[in-house]
């Protein structure tokens, strides 16, 4: 079934330590996005993509990468994570002009 | 960039109420305008969304109403039911295909 994947769903992980949070889409869409979420709360685009290597910032100052060398593959890296990461990261996908489908989340807490 | 108003952020109704959630845009070049819910613990999903070339929609119980020389659309949803609570964000998308949120409404039906 075409959807957008997640890994991992939850993570608890120490200040200081490098992360990679994957996503996947089998929807063949363009469009990725990465959002940040408190539950509930406001969506912070942090990364976005058109396609292919190409890979911009959002709005939300972060200190998190991208990369986009494949269509179905947006992984985000924190280099050195902090407490201040702790949140919900969101992937989405969409080909532009038209509806945006979201992952599950992956739940950050960094002690 | 552009940029999006929602309002209320907390909307409190008894079941078989109406709920009016109000959104309005800055870029006049926006021109495709939807609407997600978010029900606790998960992903934003697609509910109704409205083109630039439309005034209104409906399906079923919710409707969105789009007024462009205003620059702003509105949700509609009847007959309230206590499923209908969650986070619901309007967004606005045109040539950067970059979808903007809103900051959400919080809805809560009481039964």
């Known amino acids: 079934e075409a959807d957008i994947y997640q890994t991992p769903r939850y993570l608890v992980i120490g200040t200081g330590k490098k992360i990679t949070l994957e996503c996947s889409q089998t929807?063949?869409?363009?469009?990725m996005y990465w959002y940040q979420q408190d539950p509930g709360m406001e969506l912070h685009l942090i990364h976005y993509s058109y396609g292919v290597n190409s890979t911009e910032k959002g709005d939300l100052s972060s200190e998190s990468t991208v990369s986009r060398i494949r269509t179905e593959h947006f992984p985000l890296t924190l280099e050195s994570a902090r407490p201040s990461h702790t949140s919900q990261y969101l992937c989405a996908a969409g080909q532009g002009g038209t509806e945006a489908f979201f992952g599950q989340g992956t739940r950050l807490t960094v002690v | 960039g552009e940029n999006v108003e929602q309002h209320p952020s907390t909307l409190s109704v008894q079941e078989g109420d109406s709920a009016v959630i109000k959104c309005t845009y800055s870029d006049s070049a926006s021109n495709y305008f939807p609407w997600y819910k978010q029900e606790l613990g998960k992903r934003p999903q697609l509910i109704i969304d409205i083109r630039s070339n439309v005034g209104e929609k409906k399906d079923q119980r919710i409707a969105v109403t789009l007024n462009k020389t205003a620059k702003h659309f509105s949700l509609h949803i009847t007959e309230t039911q206590p499923e209908d609570s969650a986070v619901y964000f309007c967004a606005a998308s045109g040539g950067s295909y970059i979808p903007t949120f809103g900051r959400g409404t919080s809805l809560i039906v009481h039964p």
């Open positions: 929807m063949g869409h363009d469009k």
